[in-house]
């Protein structure tokens, strides 16, 4: 750990760097006079949110800017050696022997036409490192190593044939092929699912112990960087805020905005962010429950034609009270979506039955479904995709009253302006379209969209997963804010445990369509009832830090 | 403390957003216009202007030569020459815009609108409905798009609103597909399925949100027929079918020149440059109407 | 597989089918028929007895939906009926006319695949930002330019300008230069712009970046790894390229009189003979759907997407 005295150069050194992009008209700086080192062995995490910078900076250390951006200032020293101003050429021998890179996307990341083996083996090709007969048995030892099943087989298969968690493995096979000094993990885990997130984790870490490799982790997550950094460069907006040792930085931040981003990490306050229902002002009445879901089965025809069925939601029951907030918690293919879907009646179950506030869901038809829907409102994951691009803020608010036309046009006014002023937006934002609004904004106008019919409940489907911490910590104070006031009961899904952890008073954990778990928060976190909880709990980053302080 | 997020997005919303929430005024638009764009309006105006008022740029008579004046070479009082009859090429082009444009014109209206309400209808209607509308767009996508309109004009007879007609139902199937697809693009978006999650009726779904944003690129998409249109007439009015002589359409312009293609170049060139000049600057500005699909 | 195969032989057979009839209605439903228009010159002194006759034995006066049926099972064997004009069959005026079109088309869509190709990996390869700009506008400007007007220009500046290509007397590969170059660019002008789209969309994706990554040169990663996914969509295009060869080989044949089907179709319709036409409109249409069909069974085999379904799960 203490790096600072080896007597070996850094094997990363970056002084005073500076990048922009020409945006058409002018070039814009976006990353501005930026100084770390990487020892040898060392794991550097670059935090920060979108726009940041993390990932250009990242990019310009393995020369692969995009074709728009430049280095205006500074230099990169591999080994003492700087390669900034390198040409393509010369790079071409460094990428990939010496500095390798673990993507962000595997899904996109692997050519789909070419088999996993070729791509492997491509990598020992352009270097010279194995030709001919040599490659294949390289090649499947590599793939044996990163810890995948029948490695032939899968050197002849073709990536859409592996799942997500086997491709990023493909993909720091790649990476590691020629024992690099340096590997650059750009969000490499930030599409997986949080266990194989952590089974992908474990793996790099243990690369990097066993061939001494430095790892530059590039990742939005505090969590994650401070369960595998020994040391955190903390950047917003182009520019170092913090840097220095993970357990220093944590314990006691210097900068503002890195004492925000701790605050507002879910994974690291164990503490509940809102007040459970039982201890508020307004007790909520035990009996009353508003959403009832019993023995709920939803099939789905598969889409390759043979006629047979799949079955995505398998017999899930559970009820909801009123004024609370119910989280609905799964891995990707668990049935969350599914479910949410036919509770907000956009699909018809094929067996069970859903009751909302009273209301039998089956018997709706036509306009008494059009007439429930003031019951109910759903907030979407997307907040890019769930806007029309075409409306302006005030006409995507009024629409929903339009639809139920029980309002004269000045008291209609009145009433999105007041819900835009409550949910937070400016004056501002009314004339704006929704290209023009942040995310976290975007996020708001939903919200609004959803809350101006005075819905009972309100189902967020993975309404925070797309924003930024900092973000998200404001929308899920605002959430709370209204609930309180509002009365309102929430449905929320979500894969992040951390976040369900400080906003729920009940939980159910979906696995492959089935109800795994559930009940309250304590009961579910405290005593999980089944080994899959256990491995979603301890899944969730940043429990290092938790056992530190 | 919930401004927070407000306050730190308006940071960095400069980036996403240029100007936004404020309209840009009109000088501004056309300081920002890449050269090429302003260059293709205004090949387009003048095009336009031609169809519209001839007389107002040339005072020679389009069907009527001057004796003695036959075959001259460009100069000072020919801007581009003059043909066997002694009539002036110039005037003949800009007198014959109006054969080609409106040709043009009819052809792409009639295309939009009988192939965007097929689509329109394909796309939000029922599958059966659906299923024989594309049947009937892959049916008429099979023919070759010249042999088809040959087939129309047999039909119809020759001349200008026929070959108009003619060149106008070959792009039905186009504009068929293109606007069903948009339509069930948008229909699948998640700003659709929460208009109708917050009480939204069919009609006024499609109404403000499916045809709104669907049909922006169908429109795009017409500018670029716009553009294919003029060469498919100019085509045919070189074949013959179209317009008869003495009628100064462009294509049929070209044709005439044929015969003196070894004395006089400038009775196949000056036309064929300027179809050429009115369909890349269609192009262009469909091009800058937004995202072409292919 | 073969549920597939003949779901798709199914929809080929319906097309044909519907080409067929809307070319039977198109074309048998017109006013002025071509016997009369041959038959009812004064000069050949018929007296209207003798054309109703002609006309009976044309059977152009029978029933439409007798026409119909008769016609249907005349192409189902073959037979493409008789020329009004030419007075020959049908089949033996196209069996005449194919090789010179054959020969035409195909240089011209070999030479438009090697211009289109050019285009679009040069613009790519190419290090300047304004030669990529200039060579991408390449096909911008082809796509504007009237074939029959390219044709022309062609033969002013090559035959009489610079008098490199004779225009009386060439021989036999002299006579294509210029008509397979007139032909090549309006068909290279779609493919070199889907081309480049393609290209440019592909070195977008993060598996480049990569390629780039383990150390590839721009080089390598453009023929390893970007070529085959930009050139498979192109296929989808083959159907609107045949297109665009029958309507360039009309307009080159008739510019440089050439005696093709071209230059058949074109004088088909300026003397109004449907059977002619028909037939032409027909093989087409059969043309277009085999293109199509072979396209759709060349996908999987070489999209390795498309061959196998269900994807493991771990």
């Given at each position: 750990m203490n790096s600072s005295i080896t007597p070996y150069p850094p094997v990363l050194e970056i002084e005073n760097l500076s990048i922009s992009y020409n945006d058409g008209v002018a070039h814009r700086r976006v990353v501005h006079d930026v100084s770390f080192r990487i020892e040898p062995g060392e794991v550097v995490a670059l935090v920060g949110e979108s726009g940041s910078g993390k990932t250009t900076t990242a990019q310009s250390i393995i020369g692969l800017l995009s074709a728009n951006g430049r280095i205006e200032g500074g230099n990169i020293k591999l080994n003492g050696t700087d390669i900034s101003r390198w040409s393509d050429r010369q790079l071409d021998t460094v990428r990939g022997a010496k500095i390798s890179l673990v993507p962000q996307d595997p899904a996109s990341s692997l050519n789909p036409v070419k088999t996993i083996g070729a791509q492997?083996?491509?990598?020992?090709?352009?270097?010279?490192?194995?030709?001919?007969?040599?490659?294949?048995?390289?090649?499947?030892?590599?793939?044996?190593?990163?810890?995948?099943?029948?490695?032939?087989?899968?050197?002849?298969?073709?990536?859409?044939e592996l799942s997500g968690g086997m491709r990023q493995r493909v993909l720091i096979a790649i990476a590691i092929a020629l024992k690099p000094q340096l590997i650059i993990a750009d969000e490499p885990t930030s599409a997986l699912d949080v266990t194989v997130q952590k089974r992908i984790l474990d793996l790099i870490d243990e690369l990097r112990t066993e061939y001494g490799t430095s790892v530059l982790l590039v990742t939005h997550d505090l969590g994650v960087a401070a369960d595998r950094a020994d040391r955190l460069v903390v950047l917003q907006g182009g520019r170092i805020q913090e840097l220095g040792a993970t357990k220093v930085v944590l314990a006691a931040p210097r900068s503002a905005y890195t004492r925000q981003l701790i605050v507002d990490a879910p994974s690291f306050s164990a503490v509940a962010r809102k007040a459970p229902a039982t201890a508020r002002e307004k007790p909520v009445p035990s009996d009353d429950d508003v959403v009832i879901v019993e023995g709920l089965v939803q099939d789905f025809v598969r889409s390759d034609g043979d006629g047979k069925s799949f079955r995505a939601v398998d017999g899930l029951s559970f009820r909801v009270r009123r004024g609370?907030?119910?989280?609905?918690?799964?891995?990707?293919?668990?049935?969350?979506?599914?479910?949410?879907?036919?509770?907000?009646?956009?699909?018809?179950?094929?067996?069970?039955?859903?009751?909302?506030?009273?209301?039998?869901?089956?018997?709706?038809?036509?306009?008494?479904?059009?007439?429930?829907?003031?019951?109910?409102q759903l907030v979407y994951q997307n907040p890019y995709g769930s806007l029309d691009p075409r409306q302006a803020v005030f006409d995507i608010v009024a629409e929903p009253l339009l639809n139920f036309g029980r309002l004269a046009r000045p008291a209609r006014e009145e009433k999105v302006r007041a819900i835009l002023n409550r949910v937070g937006l400016p004056e501002a934002a009314?004339?704006?379209?929704p290209h023009a609004l942040s995310g976290g904004q975007r996020q708001?106008?939903?919200?609004?969209?959803?809350?101006?019919?005075?819905?009972?409940?309100?189902?967020?489907?993975?309404?925070?997963?797309?924003?930024?911490?900092?973000?998200?910590?404001?929308?899920?104070?605002?959430?709370?804010?209204?609930?309180?006031?509002?009365?309102?009961?929430?449905?929320?899904?979500?894969?992040?445990?951390?976040?369900?952890?400080?906003i729920s008073d009940t939980i159910s954990v979906l696995k492959d369509g089935r109800l795994v778990d559930g009940g309250t928060v304590e009961d579910v976190f405290e005593r999980p009832g089944s080994d899959y909880t256990r491995e979603l709990i301890n899944a969730i980053p940043g429990q290092k830090r938790a056992a530190l302080v | 403390m919930t401004t927070f997020d407000t306050v730190h997005d308006d940071i960095i919303a400069p980036g996403r957003g240029h100007g936004a929430g404020r309209r840009l005024s009109l000088p501004l638009l056309i300081r920002r216009l890449p050269p090429g764009l302003a260059l293709s309006w205004l090949v387009l105006a003048i095009a336009f202007l031609w169809a519209v008022a001839p007389s107002l740029f040339t005072s020679y008579n389009p069907l009527e030569g001057v004796g003695g004046e036959q075959l001259r070479r460009p100069d000072a009082s020919h801007l581009l020459g003059t043909d066997a009859l002694g009539r002036d090429l110039y005037a003949r082009i800009v007198y014959g815009a109006v054969h080609s444009l409106t040709g043009a014109f009819v052809a792409v209206a009639l295309g939009l609108v009988i192939g965007t309400g097929l689509g329109v209808v394909a796309g939000s209607v029922r599958r059966r409905v659906d299923d024989a509308i594309m049947r009937l767009v892959d049916v008429l996508l099979s023919i070759p798009p010249l042999l088809l309109s040959l087939s129309i004009i047999i039909l119809l007879g020759f001349g200008t609103v026929n070959?108009?007609?003619?060149?106008?139902?070959?792009?039905?199937?186009?504009?068929?597909?293109?606007?069903?697809?948009?339509?069930?693009?948008?229909?699948?978006?998640?700003?659709?399925?929460?208009?109708?999650?917050?009480?939204?009726?069919?009609?006024?779904?499609?109404?403000?949100?499916?045809?709104?944003?669907?049909?922006?690129?169908?429109?795009?998409?017409?500018?670029?027929?716009?553009?294919s249109a003029v060469l498919q007439i100019s085509t045919l009015g070189f074949l013959g079918y179209g317009a008869p002589p003495p009628t100064p359409e462009w294509g049929l312009l070209i044709a005439e020149g044929r015969n003196y293609i070894s004395t006089a170049w400038w009775l196949t060139t000056a036309p064929g440059v300027i179809v050429v000049l009115v369909v890349l600057a269609a192009n262009r500005v469909s091009q800058s109407f937004g995202k072409v699909p292919a | 597989m073969s549920g597939y195969l003949l779901n798709r032989l199914g929809q080929a057979l319906f097309v044909l089918w519907a080409a067929f009839t809307i070319s039977f209605v198109l074309l048998q439903a017109m006013p002025g028929d071509a016997v009369l228009i041959?038959?009812?010159?004064?000069?050949?002194?018929?007296?209207?007895?003798?054309?109703?006759?002609?006309?009976?034995?044309?059977?152009?006066?029978?029933?439409?939906?007798?026409?119909?049926?008769?016609?249907?099972?005349?192409?189902?064997?073959?037979?493409?009926?008789?020329?009004?004009?030419?007075?020959?069959?049908?089949?033996?005026?196209?069996?005449?006319?194919?090789?010179?079109?054959?020969?035409?088309?195909?240089?011209g869509f070999i030479l438009a695949a090697v211009f289109a190709v050019a285009i679009a990996f040069v613009s790519s390869l190419t290090p300047f930002a304004w030669l990529r700009g200039a060579i991408q506008s390449v096909p911008s400007l082809f796509i504007s330019i009237p074939t029959f007007w390219l044709g022309i220009m062609l033969i002013q500046i090559f035959s009489f300008r610079l008098k490199l290509v004779p225009v009386i007397n060439p021989g036999p590969w002299q006579e294509l230069i210029l008509p397979v170059i007139t032909l090549a660019v309006p068909i290279a002008a779609p493919l070199a712009q889907v081309l480049v789209r393609n290209i440019d969309d592909v070195l977008t994706r993060p598996f480049v970046a990569v390629a780039r990554a383990k150390g590839?040169?721009?080089?390598?990663?453009?023929?390893?790894?970007?070529?085959k996914n930009a050139l498979l969509p192109t296929l989808t295009i083959a159907g609107v390229l045949f297109g665009e060869l029958i309507a360039g080989a009309v307009v080159t044949e008739t510019v440089f009189g050439l005696n093709g089907i071209g230059g058949l179709t074109e004088r088909a319709v300026g003397s109004q003979d449907a059977a002619v036409l028909q037939a032409i409109v027909v093989l087409s249409a059969l043309a277009f759907v085999i293109i199509n069909l072979i396209v759709d069974l060349l996908f999987p085999v070489l999209d390795p997407r498309l061959r196998t379904k269900a994807g493991a799960t771990a």
């Open positions: 492997v083996g491509e990598i020992l090709r352009i270097h010279g490192a194995a030709s001919g007969r040599d490659v294949e048995p390289q090649v499947i030892s590599l793939l044996e190593r990163v810890g995948l099943s029948e490695p032939a087989l899968r050197a002849r298969q073709y990536p859409h609370t907030t119910h989280s609905i918690v799964g891995e990707s293919g668990s049935g969350k979506t599914t479910t949410i879907r036919a509770i907000v009646g956009f699909q018809k179950p094929t067996a069970g039955s859903i009751e909302i506030d009273g209301t039998d869901l089956s018997q709706l038809r036509g306009e008494t479904l059009r007439q429930f829907r003031r019951k109910i009314l004339s704006r379209r708001r106008v939903a919200i609004a969209r959803a809350l101006v019919l005075d819905p009972d409940v309100v189902v967020l489907d993975e309404a925070v997963s797309a924003l930024d911490v900092t973000v998200q910590a404001r929308i899920l104070d605002l959430l709370d804010e209204l609930q309180r006031d509002l009365g309102l009961t929430y449905l929320f899904v979500s894969h992040d445990l951390a976040v369900v952890r400080q | 070959a108009a007609i003619a060149v106008g139902l070959t792009s039905v199937a186009g504009f068929a597909r293109l606007a069903r697809s948009e339509v069930v693009r948008v229909r699948r978006s998640d700003y659709v399925e929460a208009a109708f999650g917050s009480g939204g009726t069919f009609t006024s779904v499609l109404r403000r949100h499916v045809l709104p944003n669907s049909l922006t690129s169908v429109l795009a998409i017409a500018a670029l027929h716009f553009g | 041959k038959f009812q010159n004064p000069e050949l002194g018929l007296n209207p007895q003798q054309i109703a006759d002609i006309r009976a034995s044309y059977a152009a006066d029978s029933a439409i939906w007798v026409q119909y049926l008769q016609t249907i099972g005349r192409f189902l064997t073959g037979n493409f009926g008789y020329s009004v004009q030419a007075g020959v069959p049908v089949s033996t005026m196209l069996a005449a006319h194919l090789p010179a079109t054959l020969k035409l088309a195909s240089l590839a040169t721009r080089h390598w990663v453009l023929w390893r790894h970007v070529a």
